[in-house]
């Protein structure tokens, strides 16, 4: 089991920038986590939840949403227990829950993802 713990959300301007954060725990330890994916969706109010980025906790493999390619960037830290997303250039659009989530392999469908976080949310105000 994994359980996953996001935070770093807040209220900021547009064109400001914000860092999201995503622990893990559990079976992270396992030496098949690292080959893990750890993948970030976003959810705005009426919406369905949307894929943001993914990546393999080892950092290999990077795939981003077109709408914030150039502006998010995804990571983990060198323990590949913590995994993050930099959100740069916010846009009012951008304003959603957002949601860490581990899985098998990389992949935009949120089905694909076994385990998730409770969320965090991000506003952009205009």
């Known amino acids: 089991q994994v359980q996953l713990v996001e935070s770093g959300g807040g209220l900021v301007q547009a064109g400001g920038s914000l860092r999201l954060s995503c622990v893990a725990s559990?079976?992270?330890?396992?030496?098949?986590?690292?080959?893990?994916?750890m993948g970030w969706f976003r959810q705005a109010p009426g919406k369905e939840r949307e894929f943001v980025a993914a990546?393999?906790?080892?950092?290999?493999?990077?795939h981003y949403a077109d709408s914030v390619k150039g502006r998010f960037t995804i990571s983990s830290d060198n323990a590949k227990t913590t995994g993050y997303l930099q959100l740069d250039s916010l846009k009012a659009e951008d304003t959603a829950v957002y949601y860490c989530a581990a899985g098998a392999y990389v992949t935009s469908t949120s089905n694909d993802y076994a385990y998730w976080g409770q969320g965090t949310q991000v506003t952009v105000s205009s």
């Open positions: 990546m393999y906790w080892n950092g290999s493999d990077k």
């Open positions: 559990g079976r992270t330890f396992s030496s098949t986590f690292s080959r893990r994916a």
